[in-house]
């Protein structure tokens, strides 16, 4: 089969490679549509230490069945389905208490550090196992199942939160994950919902898909802007989805006395928080860590419409021109928000 590999950093090359093996429990899915995610882009350049040349990267993702392993009961061949990015195991003691996410014998699709290798779905084909696979409704797209993974970690973030009626709510950054997390937030029930970014496609996007007042924080004092429209209070919970030491603060300055600040973006790997205002605003700091258990609802809601993913989707192309737009994403020049590639 064709498979784009990442043979060395900011190298990827389309090569022929076997097709996978299947186990019992497992599928073999011919991928029909694959979405590049920001950390696949940051991955190629060597500096996450989560892509480990060579590999096949990829994990949103979906596809066809092709052929399946021997114990599977739920799909047969010829099923459409999407499939969650983290391979659980269901026995460890996060997995029985539901928390696969944490799960301690995980694998995650497409991401080569030593205790999470697996080949991904950048390829004519991909093994995925029966359990974190899903049925996608016939009126689906491939490309719209394919953006389900992303979204259901936006959802997991808003889960974390416990967000209540008319909760006042800041998200800290509008690429993908935090438009997602916009329209959850929405979804949830929040009240004052402000977006921040500093591009202004992202934030007229935001707007669009719900945020009620969009901040460009190239222009403005974010902290003291989202007091002002919250009463001077700050808002009780804010989702950070950019993963810097600079917008951690300010999400964290943007949060109220007994507010929660949920932790989504992965970039600076250390942080500093001003121990004595976490204190003293009696505050939660939430990680949210992928998805766990969401992903069949997401299905649903973009099925019914109620998520809006087509607004996200920049770009269809070719599995051989994927090279070339990783460069272009690389760059950050054009406003691109996801690019899908078909194998």
Known sequence: MKALVLTKPHELVLQEVPEPEIQDHELLVEV???????SDVHGVTGTTGRRIPPLIMGHEAAGVVARTGSAVTRFSPGDRVTFDSTVYCNRCEHCLSGRINLCDNRQVLGVSCPEHRRDGAFAEYVAVPEHISFRIPDGMSF?????????????????????????SVAVMGCGIIGLFTVQ?????GCGLLVAVDVKKENLELAGRLGAEVCLDA?????AAEVRRLSGGKGVET???????????????ACIRKGGTLVCIGLW????????RELVTKDADVLGSCASSGEFG????M??????????????????????????????????????????
């Open 268 to 275: 600076d790997e250390q942080l500093r928080l001003p121990l």
């Open 32 to 38: 029909k549509a694959a979405g590049i995610c920001g």
């Open 184 to 188: 959850a937030a929405r979804l949830a």
């Open 238 to 252: 804010c989702f950070e989805a950019v993963g810097l030491e600079k917008t951690v603060e300010t999400a964290f």
């Open 302 to 343: 973009i099925a019914r419409g109620r998520v809006d993913v087509r607004s996200l989707m920049s770009k269809v192309v070719p599995l051989e021109e994927a090279p070339r737009w990783f460069e272009v994403l690389l760059e950050g020049k054009e406003p691109l928000f996801k690019v899908i590639l078909e194998p």
């Open 297 to 300: 609802a997401c299905i649903d």
């Open 218 to 222: 190239r222009e403005l004092e974010v």
């Open 143 to 167: 490309q719209e199942a394919a953006m389900v993974e992303p979204v259901s970690i936006a959802f997991h973030a808003v889960e974390r939160a416990g967000l209540r009626l008319n909760e």
